[in-house]
């Protein structure tokens, strides 16, 4: 009887147009809020399974409408007369649902993976262990789903399981110790240290076969799913309790901070000797993290417009692109000329940020402003007025349109903002500059001069070919 019943039910699940339909908005909207990303499979599992919380949330209010169907509009009285009794038809909906629930969250999480891997190199290291958890996620949706519909019949309480849920897992964006023993944990970034996802999985496992056995106890009490029900809880927590035991990314108070503060689990990983991948590439030496060298081409396709717009000598002393953990920036040596790519890929302001680097060392703006925090911490200075910032908003405009400073996003909800500032006449000067045919020509011609910080804009206009449009005062604190 449960066989036939078990069938039935799968049959229908598997047509179900919710669990098929939050399948499908999962996939699209994860594919679509990460479509101008890089592929990072440090993140990119993360992501999805995060997101599946959704499908998992129709999962548990489907099963546990399904589980409390034979108590509504007086079915008990038409099914009395059938042979099948309803821990009967509790087994085949706690055997269906799973099984619909791990294949529709596979479909969601492959099909992303599938699509990411697709769209451009990846970079990060694949965590085996974060695809499953969408699944087992899924899979603990679906047995808690039939446990609440054979416990409380009533209609909203599967609505008020998931808004419950759904409430906590979306609100432990801290990543806090005590959010692994929630079924998702879905904040990550690939400079935290590593999760305890395996434990975290199996947790997920346990808490799904405590919900089944749960579910079949309604009805009477039996050996089997009473020994299964207790084995798991014994199995839960214990690995709950060890998944909650690891301290999360230990992210210091504001203040003065150095590589002291820095979280010890990362410092090997992207502060020890063996942290970079180094290779050299048109007289450049690209230092990427292991498992993000793919990303180097990408980079250079940014930088190298920028460095073949300076002189020939610069050119030969380009500087180092070593890639940077910015959760941990105040470990490194931000004073060192370096270009420096974030852990992530692909907004526009991470291609003007590497544009800025170089922009920004070539005219010596990076030493000043360097000096100036140093003299006045916290504080930066003005470059308005000054012929080099023209030029460097100039070298800056070979990858991104010249603007005006602004917080620069990194990655995550990290954001960089220059040391020095400028304005509206410094942008509109070299837009003209971009404008003008031969401005390279002329730049290298006159690069000496224009370097120097008392060369003023309207000094160096005859030098670039360029007409007096704009006011460019000098800015009150200078960059020397």
Same mark, same amino acid.
Request: hydrophobic content about 50%; aromatic content about 8%.
């Given at each position: 009887?449960?066989?036939?019943?078990?069938?039935?039910?799968?049959?229908?699940?598997?047509?179900?147009?919710?669990? *098929?339909?939050?399948?499908?908005?999962?996939?699209?909207?994860?594919?679509?809020? =990460?479509?101008?990303?890089?592929?990072?499979?440090?993140?990119?599992?993360? &992501?999805?399974?995060?997101?599946?919380?959704? #499908?998992?949330?129709?999962?548990?209010?489907?099963? =546990?409408?399904?589980?409390?169907?034979?108590? !509504?509009?007086?079915?008990?009285? =038409?099914?009395?007369?059938?042979?099948?009794?309803?821990?009967?038809?509790?087994?085949?909906?706690?055997?269906?649902?799973? #099984?619909?629930?791990?294949?529709?969250?596979a479909?969601?999480?492959?099909? +992303?993976?599938? /699509?990411r891997?697709?769209?451009?190199?990846a970079?990060?290291?694949?965590?085996?262990?974060?695809?499953?958890?969408?699944?087992?996620?899924?899979?603990?949706?679906a047995?808690?789903?039939?446990?609440?519909?054979?416990?409380?019949?009533?209609?909203?309480?599967?609505?008020?399981?998931?808004?419950?849920?759904?409430?906590?897992?979306?609100? &432990?964006?801290? &990543?806090?110790?005590?959010?692994? @023993?929630?079924?998702?944990?879905?904040?990550?970034?690939?400079?935290?240290?590593?999760?305890?996802?395996?434990?975290?999985?199996?947790?997920?496992?346990?808490?799904?076969?405590?919900?089944?056995?749960?579910?079949? @106890?309604?009805?009477?009490?039996?050996?089997?799913?009473?020994?299964?029900?207790v084995?798991?809880?014994?199995?839960?927590?214990?690995?709950?309790?060890?998944?909650?035991?690891?301290?999360?990314?230990?992210?210091?108070? #504001?203040?003065?901070?150095?590589?002291?503060?820095? $979280?010890?689990?990362?410092?090997?990983?992207?502060?020890?000797?063996?942290?970079?991948?180094?290779?050299? !590439?048109?007289? /450049?030496?690209?230092?990427?993290?292991?498992?993000?060298?793919?990303?180097?081409?990408? *980079?250079?396709?940014?930088?190298?417009?920028?460095?073949?717009?300076?002189?020939?000598?610069?050119?030969?002393r380009?500087?180092?692109?070593?890639?940077?953990?910015?959760?941990?920036?105040?470990?490194h040596? #931000?004073?060192? %000329?370096?270009?420096?790519?974030?852990?992530?890929?692909?907004?526009?302001d991470?291609?003007?940020?590497?544009?800025?680097?170089?922009a920004?060392?070539?005219?010596?703006?990076?030493?000043?402003?360097?000096?100036? +925090?140093?003299?006045h911490?916290?504080?930066?200075?003005?470059?308005?007025?000054?012929? !080099?910032?023209?030029?460097?908003?100039?070298?800056?405009?070979?990858?991104?349109?010249?603007?005006? %400073? !602004?917080?620069?996003?990194?990655?995550g $909800?990290?954001?960089?903002?220059?040391?020095? +500032? *400028?304005?509206?006449?410094?942008?509109?000067?070299?837009?003209?500059?971009?404008?003008?045919?031969?401005?390279g020509?002329?730049?290298?011609?006159?690069? &000496?001069?224009?370097?120097?910080?008392?060369?003023?804009?309207?000094?160096?206009?005859?030098?670039?070919?360029?007409?007096?449009? @704009?006011?460019?005062?000098?800015?009150?604190?200078?960059?020397?």
């Amino acid at each position: 009887m449960t066989r036939q019943l078990f069938l039935v039910e799968t049959r229908r699940l598997l047509r179900h147009p919710l669990v *098929w339909g939050a399948t499908v908005l999962v996939l699209a909207l994860q594919t679509f809020l =990460s479509w101008d990303q890089q592929p990072d499979l440090s993140i990119d599992p993360v &992501n999805a399974t995060g997101l599946s919380t959704c #499908l998992a949330a129709v999962v548990l209010v489907v099963a =546990s409408l399904a589980a409390s169907r034979d108590g !509504r509009h007086e079915m008990p009285e =038409s099914l009395a007369g059938l042979p099948g009794r309803a821990e009967h038809r509790t087994s085949a909906i706690l055997l269906a649902t799973p #099984l619909a629930a791990g294949l529709a969250a596979a479909v969601a999480v492959g099909g +992303y993976l599938v /699509i990411r891997l697709l769209s451009g190199p990846a970079g990060g290291r694949l965590d085996g262990w974060e695809p499953l958890t969408g699944m087992a996620a899924a899979v603990f949706a679906a047995t808690l789903g039939v446990a609440v519909g054979r416990w409380a019949r009533w209609l909203i309480a599967g609505p008020l399981v998931v808004a419950v849920l759904g409430y906590l897992i979306f609100q &432990n964006h801290q &990543n806090g110790a005590a959010g692994w @023993l929630l079924p998702v944990m879905q904040v990550h970034r690939p400079d935290w240290p590593d999760r305890p996802s395996a434990i975290h999985l199996l947790y997920v496992l346990a808490l799904a076969v405590v919900f089944g056995g749960l579910a079949l @106890l309604k009805h009477r009490v039996r050996l089997a799913p009473a020994v299964a029900m207790v084995a798991a809880l014994a199995g839960a927590v214990p690995l709950g309790a060890i998944a909650a035991a690891k301290p999360p990314a230990v992210l210091p108070s #504001l203040g003065e901070l150095s590589m002291n503060d820095v $979280d010890q689990r990362v410092r090997e990983r992207y502060f020890g000797p063996d942290a970079h991948r180094c290779s050299g !590439r048109q007289g /450049i030496t690209y230092c990427a993290y292991a498992g993000y060298e793919p990303w180097i081409p990408l *980079w250079e396709k940014t930088i190298r417009p920028v460095v073949d717009a300076l002189p020939a000598a610069l050119r030969a002393r380009a500087p180092r692109v070593e890639q940077t953990a910015w959760t941990w920036f105040f470990g490194h040596n #931000l004073g060192t %000329p370096l270009v420096r790519p974030p852990m992530a890929w692909g907004h526009p302001d991470q291609r003007t940020m590497l544009a800025q680097d170089v922009a920004f060392w070539a005219t010596g703006l990076n030493d000043s402003a360097t000096r100036a +925090y140093k003299a006045h911490p916290g504080k930066g200075c003005d470059v308005r007025g000054q012929a !080099r910032t023209v030029v460097a908003l100039w070298l800056i405009g070979q990858v991104s349109p010249p603007e005006q %400073p !602004r917080v620069l996003h990194v990655d995550g $909800d990290q954001g960089r903002i220059p040391g020095t +500032y *400028w304005g509206a006449a410094e942008v509109g000067y070299a837009e003209l500059l971009l404008a003008s045919p031969d401005a390279g020509e002329k730049v290298q011609a006159n690069w &000496n001069t224009l370097m120097k910080p008392a060369t003023t804009i309207d000094q160096a206009l005859p030098l670039l070919g360029l007409d007096r449009k @704009l006011d460019s005062p000098t800015g009150a604190t200078p960059c020397l």
